[in-house]
């Protein structure tokens, strides 16, 4: 077997034995992978630097019997200003979790780790509110991992705009407010967190936090784009919990 170079972002740290770790990485070509980093937490390891928590690195890997071991590592970027908050750094785990739980493979682990390393660096940069970080991570995530909702017009009628707009979670589809209320369901969206939703999902990438959003629309598109994802997840995040206590 032959080892090879591939960058990479990790997304968890396990600590085991004296100094070694055993490192979660998405990488833009094998999607999540598990790799071994050998004494990697001895300070004056080669591999110290580059192996952390949210560092994006080029990693030199050999095929294991069970993972990867990392024979190389050079840090390409640092997120320095992620842990220089609570809220930032509790959101960093959760996007990173849901990463790795959705665990892409092929051309969806390239844009999931250019949308994470993009949430990364303004959660770091304080570029945004935290909270449209992670709406925009997790509207966007479900949208390149196969759950593209269907955001055009109302499903029922073929209304495109207007206030008290409802958006079903589990099938990813919108009612107006009057075929909503015909299903007795109430609308949670208003006209500015239905742009923002529509905006999140469809734009090119570059333009993905391109948008301004009132207080109050906000909370309704983080209310939306949380029970989104979260439906489509298999099991719970362990980091939710604790984000919420801090970014309720
Ligand atoms: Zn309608």
């Known amino acids: 077997m032959e080892s090879f170079v591939t960058t990479g972002l990790v997304l968890r740290e396990t600590r085991y034995k004296e100094s070694d770790r055993i490192l979660t990485i ?15 937490l001895r300070l004056k390891n080669k591999l110290f630097s580059a192996c952390g928590l949210f ?15 990392v024979l190389e590592a050079e840090n390409l970027h640092m997120f320095h200003g992620i842990s220089s908050s609570i809220e930032g750094m509790s959101l960093a785990m959760y996007l990173a979790e849901m990463a790795a739980a959705l665990s892409p493979a ?21 570029k945004a509110d935290l909270r449209v970080i992670k709406a925009v ?9 196969g759950f593209m909702p269907q955001l055009l017009c ?17 099938e990813g589809y919108l009612l107006c407010e009057n075929c909503a209320a015909r299903e007795n369901k109430r609308g949670g969206l208003d006209a500015g967190a239905l742009f923002a939703l529509r905006h999140i999902c469809l ?4 333009r993905i936090f391109g948008f301004r959003i009132s207080a109050a629309s906000l909370t309704r598109l ?4 949380e029970r989104y ?14 984000l919420k206590s801090v970014l309720p």
Do not use: W
């Not at 998405?26 to 990697?40: E, F, H, N, Y």
């Open 26 to 40: 998405l990488t833009p070509d094998q999607g999540v992978i598990s790799a071994s980093a050998k004494s990697s």
């Open 137 to 145: 991570f997790e509207l966007r995530t479900m949208s390149e991992c």
């Open 106 to 126: 092929n051309q969806e682990a390239d844009k999931e780790l250019r949308l994470l390393l993009n949430c990364l660096y303004m959660i770091s940069e304080q």
């Open 229 to 242: 994802a979260l439906t489509h997840l298999d099991k719970p995040l362990k980091s939710y919990d604790f």
């Open 154 to 170: 109302c499903k029922s009628c073929g209304a495109y705009d207007g206030s008290g707009f409802y958006f079903d979670v589990q």
């Open 222 to 225: 983080s209310a939306v784009a």
């Open 55 to 69: 560092c994006y690195s080029e990693f030199t890997l050999m095929p294991g019997k069970n993972m990867f071991n």
């Open 203 to 206: 734009v090119e990438d570059k």
